[in-house]
């Protein structure tokens, strides 16, 4: 399944749901909001319109996260949903609510809203090869001994579409093409030979950077902290495809562009640490828990530091995972922007 969060305008304001996507992609295709389609569902067994609201309400909540806490029987009455709808054309429900939505027609939300943390690694050792000669350093031994990573901050998460501003504090930014797991099982001590049957599902991640205060930052031994908390810094998205959809995740090849200009060309294939590494060595003596987003880290020249240049606002970014889709961000003016494209940040 390929979920997409969204949101549309409602009598009390913005409304949340949760969606998959049936037809086509995030930015041209067509969705069924799964909460509505489950109350459809149970209206057509005969249960009435508000206990069937209340019980699809339960175990079809309008959040990625809830649809994931529900395990294998909020799957299960998704997939059912979306069959029966697709099957019998349902438009909407017993109470008006529409169960099918135009892709253009909606708000997207990031892949998933709340995760109760984003870990984020360091994968690739092309990136790495082609930084730490910038940073005047050797690619550290302990790198090769142990998969290592930043705890990001969930409060600070972007979606697809949505327009990034440049910090105060900056005056450019950085983007850092990642792709990211997001875990459906929980766990402690989970061993690498199963760790992969713990992960959900799969997303496009680009962790935004304001590289001149996260230098200054990390030269105290701590961080980053402002170089990556800020609103919209951790975008993900667009959609959050299934681990038994995508299927093999190390063979798929990353894109990137920046206004059209390729910048990137990559694979998960490149991957020096995986997943299932990743989260053998997190769950060590600590839970994993349902619902945290495993970032990659940076593909090899998936940042605009390895291509000695920045971004400003203006800049289109587009980010492309096979199997997955493109996620899309427009960098913006914030206070203390520059209002043209941004130079070596270097």
Not at 34 to 62: D, K
Not at 64 to 92: C, F, K, N, Y
Not at 183 to 196: H, M, Q, R
Request: with cysteine; charged share 25%.
């Amino acid at each position: 399944m390929r979920f997409v969060s969204f949101e549309t305008d409602g009598d009390a304001g913005r409304v949340p749901h949760l969606g998959v996507l049936v037809s086509g992609d995030a930015d041209s295709g067509e969705l069924l909001d799964l909460t509505v389609a489950a109350r459809a569902l149970f209206e057509s067994e005969s249960i009435g319109a508000e206990a069937a609201a209340r019980i699809a309400a339960a175990l079809v909540p309008p959040s990625l996260l809830g649809m994931i806490e529900g395990g294998p029987r909020s799957r299960d009455l998704a997939e059912q949903a979306v069959q029966s709808t697709l099957e019998r054309g349902w438009e909407t429900d017993a109470l008006g609510a529409h169960i099918r939505y135009a892709t253009e027609d909606i708000t997207h939300l990031p892949a998933i809203t709340a995760p109760p943390l984003l870990r984020d690694f360091m994968a690739f050792e092309k990136h790495l090869l082609n930084v730490f000669p910038k940073l005047g350093r050797e690619i550290p031994e302990e790198w090769y001994r142990r998969p290592v990573y930043y705890k990001g901050n969930p409060s600070a998460i972007g979606a697809h579409r949505q327009d990034v501003a440049i910090p105060s504090y900056e005056e450019c930014l950085d983007f850092e093409f990642e792709f990211a797991a997001i875990i459906g099982t929980a766990g402690v001590d989970i061993p690498e030979s199963e760790a992969l049957s713990h992960v959900f599902g799969y997303t496009v991640y680009d962790d935004f950077s304001a590289r001149v205060i996260q230098s200054a930052e990390m030269t105290v031994g701590l961080g980053p902290a402002k170089g990556k908390d800020f609103l919209a810094a951790h975008v993900l998205g667009p959609v959050v495809v299934t681990a038994d959809e995508l299927g093999d995740p190390y063979s798929l090849a990353m894109t990137a562009t920046v206004n059209g200009e390729q910048w990137t060309d990559g694979s998960t294939s490149d991957m020096h640490w995986r997943f299932e590494q990743m989260i053998a060595y997190a769950s060590r003596d600590e839970r994993v828990r349902v619902g945290e987003v495993f970032g990659s880290g940076t593909v090899g020249d998936g940042s605009g530091t390895e291509h000695g240049r920045a971004l400003g606002a203006g800049d289109l970014v587009e980010l492309t995972v096979q199997g997955i889709g493109t996620l899309r961000n427009r960098v913006v003016a914030g206070r203390g922007a520059k209002e043209t494209t941004g130079e070596s940040n270097e």
